[in-house]
Structures are given as C-alpha cells and as structure tokens.
C-alpha cells in the first residue's frame, strides 16, 4: 500500500510564500494497493485537482481512470477541488463517490452535484461525461476487493465526518479527520444552578466510551493520519467545539492505540511553513527515547510505502 498527499492544509486553500514547504491545498490522498496499483482516494479538497491532471498524464494511457474517492465529509475545504477533477469530463472515467449519511435532507449526490450549478460553476452536473455513482455511508465493515477492507468510524465534528480504516495484507492505514477530543456536554461545575450530577455522571460516562471506540478504531494501525489543527493552547483557549484536534490530543491518541506512525496533518491555514517546522521539531524531540512512535507532520507531496 503507497499513500501520496496531495493536499494537507484544513479550512480554506492557503497558497504563497509562506507554506511553500508543507503545501496550502486542502486535503487529498492517494492510495495505491497491490502490484496493479489499484487506486482510491480520500478527499476532494482543492489538491484533487493536481491529482486529477496526474492521473491524466500517468494512467490515462494504460486505459480509462477507474477509481473510487471516499469524502470524510461535505464540508467545503474536502469537497471543493471536486469539479475540477479533470477525470469527471472525460468519457470513459467510472467512479464511485462515498461519503456519510447526514441524516439531512440532502443526499450525497445533491450535495455534490449542487456544486455543478451555473449559479457556480460554468458546467452543469449533468453534462459531466464521467461514469459516477454515489453511496451513502454509516458505520459499517466493507469488503472492497483485491485483498482491500474497509471500516468505517463517525468521528467527534459538527456534520457527520467519517474515519476510514483500510486493511491490506496485514497492513493498516487510518484516517481521523476532521475530529476532537470527545467530552461531557453537561454542566460539570456543582455550584452552577444548572448543575445535574446524573446527568454530569452520564455525559463523563458517554465521552469516554466514545473516546475508547476511538482508539479502538485507531488500535495498531501502521499509518494513522490524525488532524492536529491546533496547538493546546489554542483549543483551550478559544476552539472547543470547532471539531478539530490538537498536536498532543492527536499524538497521545497514537501512543494509547499502539499506532507505528502518526502523520499530523490538516494544518491551520494561518501556520506558515516556520511554526510548522518548529512544531515538528518540538514534538519529535520530546518524544525522543520515550516510544517507538514516528511522528512527521503531513507535507504536500510526501509519500509513505506501507
């Protein structure tokens, strides 16, 4: 199994001088599994699009792009690179397009293909010359062929986002993004009027078995790609509840699940290729001689051979 990034960043695209070094399209990964090279990708953020003309360039030759993409989540940074994924207009292409069940009004294939709309975008849905299909997600065990196997976990975000987990001769690649700690939504302070101690028993009861499932899902993976959007400081000062994670939150996650690797990943668009480098050299020192764990922080272009 072989994962490319194509894109890393979280929120918005953030190209320019100062992320350089770690990319500023927002999330997209390849994977390639077996000796066929067989292809799915995770993600349709804006480094879809340089993927797209790749495949284009590389596999198209060997015959039409047959390939299937598993969205996280229709939030607009893994989504937006989409239309311009240059395979959806050429005749010939066949994909499958996953993603959760919301449990809202709108299915997944109105979702995507409202982005095609001229109120947006020059080229309507229905003139896409691509084979594609939609299916909707919950979570579930699947069995994707060529030795693949798939497990699904609903993550702690706003709208429903999905973890993927691929299994491939005993080998494990694990995506956990866009997420955060889970934790007790209940008043929790005794002296507050609101205060329930029923109810703060239950919530404290419900996050941790929700943050064991978790670590569970993650239990042994060889790759786990984590989103560490912000520092500690960060989340507790001003970013509970925006559904992301922090760098120690993500790592000490890792440690509990006995992962082989950490990839920290979905940057803060506002960190530039300096405070990334510092981040990466803080955590990689502290964790020096105290666990086998690798940490690297996700950078545009990187590949990892599992």
């Not at 975008?121 to 010359?129: I, K, S, Y």
Request: glycine fraction near 8%; hydrophobic fraction near 35%; charge should be negative.
């Amino acid at each position: 199994m072989k994962v490319r990034f194509w894109g890393v960043r979280g929120s918005i695209a953030c190209p320019g001088p100062d992320t350089v070094e770690f990319g500023g399209n927002t999330s997209c990964l390849e994977l390639r599994f077996g000796e066929k090279g067989r292809l799915i990708i995770i993600d349709s953020g804006t480094g879809i699009r340089p993927l797209g003309n790749h495949l284009v360039q590389n596999d198209l030759p060997k015959g039409p792009i047959n390939t299937e993409i598993f969205i996280t989540h229709t939030h607009w940074d893994h989504i937006i690179g989409f239309p311009f994924f240059k395979p959806i207009n050429i005749p010939g292409t066949k994909l499958k397009v996953y993603g959760p069940i919301t449990f809202e009004e709108d299915t997944l294939d109105k979702i995507m293909s409202d982005m095609l709309r001229y109120r947006y975008f020059p080229v309507l849905h229905g003139e896409l010359t691509a084979d594609i299909e939609y299916l909707q997600l919950n979570e579930c065990k699947m069995d994707l062929g060529d030795g693949i196997t798939l497990k699904t976990k609903y993550l702690n975000h706003p709208l429903l986002c999905l973890g993927y987990r691929f299994e491939f001769k005993d080998k494990i690649l694990c995506t956990a993004y866009d997420t955060e700690p889970f934790r007790n939504v209940f008043f929790t302070d005794s002296n507050s009027p609101d205060y329930d101690p029923v109810a703060n028993e239950k919530g404290e009861e419900a996050a941790r078995v929700e943050n064991q499932k978790l670590l569970n899902f993650f239990r042994g993976a060889d790759v786990l790609v984590h989103d560490c959007q912000y520092t500690m400081e960060e989340y507790f000062s001003s970013k509970l509840d925006w559904g992301h994670s922090y760098f120690e939150h993500a790592i000490d996650s890792a440690l509990k699940a006995e992962v082989k690797k950490i990839v920290l990943f979905h940057h803060d668009p506002l960190r530039t290729d300096k405070e990334l480098l510092a981040l990466e050299k803080h955590f990689c020192k502290r964790m020096n001689n105290q666990s086998d764990l690798e940490i690297i922080v996700a950078r545009e272009g990187m590949e990892i051979l599992l």
